[in-house]
C-alpha cells in the first residue's frame, strides 16, 4: 500500500494563477483532510471531508475549494493564488471509525507551494 | 475551543540527555491526545496516542507520555536522546471526532 500520496511535491506559482493538489489514498479511510503547515503556527485545517461528496470548512477554509469526487482523492484548487498561501500543504485520512478507539490520521509527504 | 500549546519552540539536549517535550491542552471534554513527529521533509508520523484507560502512554522510538488530567497536560519524554531523534514534533489533541487541533511544535535538536 502507497498509503496517502500528494502531487505535486513542489510549485512555484505568480499571484493570481491557479493550481489544484491532488491527494490520493489507499487505503478505503472516509474521512480526508487538508492542511497547511506555517512556521510556528502548527497545522491548521483548511477543508475536510467526511465521505465521498461531502466537504465542509475547516479553521482557514478562505482562498481554497475542495472536491471529493471519489472516495480515494481528495482535491485542494486555488482559484487565484496570493503570497500568503505560500506554505507546506499535508493531505491526511483516517476511517473515521467513532467510537472508544480513535482513529488516527495518516499523513502524506506534503507539497511545499511558493506563490510569488 | 480546544487549543494545545507547546512550550518551547526549540529544544536543544545532548546526545544521551532525557528528552522532554511539554504540551499543555484545553478542552471542555475529555481529550484524545497525540504526539506526532516530523523529519526534515516528511509528512507527519504518528508517535504514540492517549485515547481512554492507561494514562502512560507507550510509542514508538522509546518515546512515551503521561496524561496528567489536573494539569491538562501531555509530556513526551525519552530518557536517552539520539541523534536520530532530531525532528519536530507535534502535539495534537481531538476532541471534535476525528479533528485535529495542533499546537505550534517544537523541533528537537540533538547536539552529539
Known amino acids: 500500500n502507497a498509503g496517502v500520496t500528494q502531487t505535486p511535491k513542489f510549485r512555484v506559482l505568480k499571484t493570481g494563477q491557479s493550481m489544484t493538489l491532488l491527494c490520493a489514498q489507499d487505503?478505503?479511510?472516509?474521512?480526508m483532510y487538508w492542511y497547511r503547515q506555517d512556521p510556528g503556527m502548527g497545522l491548521r485545517l483548511i477543508h475536510y471531508?467526511?465521505?465521498?461528496?461531502?466537504?465542509a470548512k475547516g479553521e482557514v477554509p478562505d482562498g481554497y475549494n475542495v472536491s471529493r469526487l471519489k472516495k480515494q482523492n481528495f482535491l485542494l484548487g486555488l482559484e487565484s493564488a496570493a503570497p500568503s498561501q505560500t506554505s507546506v500543504y499535508f493531505c491526511?485520512?483516517?476511517?473515521?471509525?467513532?467510537?472508544?478507539?480513535?482513529?488516527?490520521?495518516?499523513f502524506g509527504p506534503g507539497t511545499r507551494l511558493l506563490v510569488l | 475551543a480546544q487549543s494545545v500549546t507547546q512550550l518551547g519552540s526549540h529544544v536543544s539536549v545532548s546526545e544521551g540527555a532525557l528528552v522532554l517535550l511539554r504540551c499543555n491542552y484545553s478542552?471542555?471534554?475529555?481529550?484524545?491526545l497525540f504526539w506526532y513527529v516530523q523529519y526534515p521533509n516528511q509528512g507527519l508520523q504518528l508517535l504514540l496516542k492517549?485515547?481512554?484507560?492507561?494514562?502512560l502512554v507507550k510509542g514508538i522510538n522509546g518515546f512515551e507520555a503521561e496524561f496528567k488530567k489536573s494539569e491538562t497536560s501531555f509530556h513526551l519524554t525519552k530518557p536517552s536522546a539520539h541523534m536520530s531523534d532530531a525532528a519536530e514534533y507535534f502535539c495534537?489533541?481531538?476532541?471534535?471526532?476525528?479533528?485535529?487541533?495542533f499546537g505550534g511544535g517544537t523541533r528537537l535538536m540533538v547536539k552529539p
Open positions: 495534537a489533541v481531538d476532541n471534535a471526532g476525528n479533528m485535529l487541533t
Open positions: 471531508s467526511v465521505g465521498e461528496g461531502t466537504t
Open positions: 487505503m478505503n479511510h472516509e474521512y
Open positions: 492517549y485515547t481512554t484507560g492507561a494514562t
Open positions: 478542552s471542555s471534554v475529555p481529550p484524545y
Open positions: 491526511a485520512s483516517s476511517s473515521g471509525l467513532r467510537g472508544v478507539f480513535r482513529e488516527t490520521q495518516y
